[in-house]
C-alpha cells in the first residue's frame, strides 16, 4: 500500500511568508505527527493530530500551526517565516489510536524549506 | 520528560567490520526504545524497537539492539556492515500513552570498502 505522502518535496521562501504543508497517511491511519530536522537542533517533535483533534504539542511558537481533516490527511503552516525555519520537516502517520500504545510511526520522505 | 544520547556523531567503519552505535538515554519513566535510519534525501525508516519482554531485539537486515535498564542504554549492533548500511542512525524515545518521540542527535555510519 502507499507510503506517507508530502507534498511539496522542496519549496523556497522569503522571511516574512508564510507556508502550507501537506501529509497524506497511509491508508487507515488515523494519527499524524509532524517533526522539524535541522542540523543544529536535530529532530524535534512539532505537533501530533488524531482524529482532527491536536493531541500532543511540541514547544514551537504559535507561528507554527496544523490542521487534520476528516479524511486523516494533515497540513501544517508556518506563517511569518524566519531563517531559522530553514529544515526537513518530516510527517508520521500511525494506525494507533488512543488504546493503541505500540503504533510504529511511518514517515514520509520529508518537505525540504528553505528560507531565504 | 525524557532526553537522549548519542554518544558518537560519527562512525567510520570497514566494509565487513562489526559496528556499535551507542545510545544512552535518561527518563523518570519507563519508555519504549527505537532505532530509525536515515538514508540520503529519505525520510526515516524504522529497524527495531524494544517495547517490553526480551532485552535483545533484531532487526531483518542484522542488526541487534539490547535493552540495558540499569544503564539506561540502548545500544545498536552489528556483526558485519556492508555499504549499503552507509546511512544516519537516531535512536529515539517515547513515554507509553504519548505519541511524540524524542530522538537523539544521531550518528553517522561510513562504511568503506
Known amino acids: 500500500k502507499a507510503g506517507v505522502t508530502q507534498t511539496p518535496r522542496y519549496l523556497i521562501k522569503t522571511r516574512g511568508q508564510q507556508v502550507t504543508l501537506s501529509c497524506s497517511p497511509i491508508?487507515?491511519?488515523?494519527?499524524v505527527s509532524w517533526y522539524q530536522q535541522t542540523p543544529g537542533q536535530g529532530l524535534q517533535f512539532l505537533f501530533e493530530?488524531?482524529?482532527?483533534?491536536?493531541?500532543n504539542k511540541g514547544n514551537f511558537p504559535g507561528r507554527f500551526s496544523g490542521r487534520q481533516f476528516s479524511n486523516s490527511r494533515s497540513e501544517m503552516n508556518v506563517s511569518t517565516l524566519e531563517l531559522g525555519d530553514s529544515a526537513l520537516y518530516l510527517c508520521a502517520s500511525s494506525l494507533a489510536g488512543t488504546g493503541g500504545d505500540t503504533g510504529e510511526l511511518f514517515f514520509g520522505e520529508g518537505s525540504r524549506l528553505t528560507v531565504l | 520528560a525524557q532526553s537522549v544520547t548519542q554518544l558518537d556523531s560519527q562512525v567510520p567503519v570497514f566494509e565487513e567490520a562489526p559496528v556499535e552505535l551507542r545510545c544512552n538515554y535518561s527518563?523518570?519513566?519507563?519508555?519504549?526504545l527505537f532505532w530509525y535510519v536515515q538514508y540520503p534525501n529519505q525520510g526515516l525508516q524504522l529497524l527495531l524497537k524494544y517495547l517490553s519482554g526480551s532485552t535483545l531485539v533484531e532487526s531483518i537486515n542484522g542488526f541487534e539492539a539490547e535493552f540495558n535498564k540499569s544503564q539506561t542504554s540502548f545500544h545498536l549492533r552489528k556483526p558485519s556492515v556492508h555499504i549499503s548500511d552507509t546511512a544516519e542512525y537516531f535512536c529515539?524515545?517515547?513515554?507509553?500513552?504519548?505519541?511524540?518521540?524524542?530522538f537523539g542527535s544521531g550518528t553517522r555510519l561510513q562504511v568503506q570498502p
Open positions: 491508508s487507515g491511519h488515523r494519527s
Open positions: 527518563s523518570s519513566v519507563s519508555v519504549y
Open positions: 493530530y488524531f482524529s482532527e483533534t491536536q493531541r
Open positions: 529515539a524515545v517515547r513515554a507509553p500513552g504519548r505519541r511524540a518521540l524524542t
